[in-house]
């Protein structure tokens, strides 16, 4: 609710603003070596893979909504 709430005050003051939340998926990092054991074949992400997915992604939302929830696969988090 942060982050929706967040989003109507900055489309009130930014033209522009739209903000996004992003679940990047298991990202091969420190943080996540003690979990990594568990993680299926082949979603195991190396950091820059996550960053061109949220770039990639992030360029075709849309606009007009102020708030978005998506994850690496470009696939909407239901809130």
Known sequence: MLVKTASIE????VKNA????YHPGTVDTELSKPFQKN???KKLFTPAFTADQLF???SR???D????FIDWDGEV???
């Open 39 to 41: 993680v299926a074949e």
């Open 61 to 63: 939302l849309d606009r």
């Open 10 to 13: 900055y489309k009130r003051r």
């Open 77 to 79: 988090v239901t809130w």
């Open 65 to 68: 909504q102020p708030c978005h």
């Open 18 to 21: 739209m903000l996004v939340c």
């Open 56 to 58: 990639t992604h992030v």
